[in-house]
């Protein structure tokens, strides 16, 4: 009401004071139109806002949707870093071996045939090429986890900590590196994440041959070892490197039916 009046004394005011000027007054009296607000009309409405228990039913909905999404998602990131890993040693092996046949010739010209135990014409031939950070050499020296290895299947598979036929050393990238010298060929293992877990042929050690001719990954065609090739070692994880190399994925641990000669993803 006091409101009203204020307005109502501002227009006598302004007409007493500008007589005769018709517009001017049309104007000003459209001041009586004006609305005014109080603080509480510019809040808002409680019937708008979410209760309590809509707001935790919200939350509760997003976790588990996130419980569900998230590790499968980090387990899709994982694999694919694996990968990567997996292709980079293979590369760097693979380098490092075809300088050294420039120096020294290939595999079947550095006198293996005639090696002594624990021989290491096979590090020394092809160590000088890489970038190593510690060499344990065939002695237990912590360059592997002081635990047994185990297949895809669960199965115990390979100590290579304490095998004293195993040369051992670490890569700058943290790679762990295993070397098996046989007469007519080299065999490399690599653990791609270091020391972390899970320390399972296929998952995170996989191996290579180095041949005469080429370094391949277990797995493939070769003379050396017909017992890992294809299908025949996909379920241990043996024929993994080959695969991995070959297909880029990692879907033999999410399905059955896969095959070297047919479906190479679980989604086909």
């Given at each position: 009401m006091e409101q009203n009046k204020s307005v109502k004394r501002l227009v006598d005011e302004k007409v007493t004071r500008h007589d005769g000027d018709s517009g001017n007054l049309q104007s000003l009296l459209k001041v009586k139109n004006l609305k005014t607000y109080r603080?509480?009309?510019?809040?808002?409405?409680?019937?708008?806002?979410?209760?309590?228990?809509?707001t935790l039913i919200t939350l509760a909905v997003i976790g588990i949707v996130a419980a569900m999404t998230i590790p499968t998602l980090i387990n899709n990131y994982q694999e694919k870093v694996t990968i990567v890993k997996v292709k980079k040693i293979y590369s760097v092996i693979s380098n490092a071996y075809e300088m050294s046949k420039i120096e020294n010739g290939d595999y079947s010209e550095w006198g293996t045939k005639e090696r002594e135990d624990k021989s290491t014409i096979f590090a020394d031939?092809?160590?000088?090429?890489?970038?190593?950070?510690?060499?344990?050499?065939?002695?237990?020296?912590?360059?592997?986890p002081d635990i047994t290895y185990n297949y895809l299947t669960n199965k115990k598979w390979y100590y290579i900590e304490q095998d004293s036929k195993a040369y051992k050393f670490i890569m700058t990238d943290g790679t762990?590196?295993?070397?098996?010298?046989?007469?007519n060929f080299g065999k490399v293992f690599a653990d791609v994440n270091g020391f972390k877990g899970p320390n399972i042929l296929g998952k995170d050690v996989f191996g290579f041959y180095v041949l005469p001719r080429q370094v391949i990954p277990v797995g493939a065609d070769n003379d050396i070892n017909k017992k890992f090739v294809g299908d025949k070692g996909l379920q241990s994880g043996d024929s993994a490197p080959a695969w991995v190399i070959q297909f880029e994925n990692m879907d033999y641990l999410h399905c059955e039916g896969l095959s070297f000669d047919g479906k190479h993803k679980c989604s086909d």
């Open positions: 603080l509480n009309d510019l809040t808002t409405s409680k019937k708008a806002a979410f209760t309590l228990a809509e031939k092809i160590v000088p090429y890489l970038k190593i950070n510690k060499i344990c050499g065939y002695e237990s020296k912590g360059c592997f762990l590196i295993a070397l098996e010298e046989y007469p």
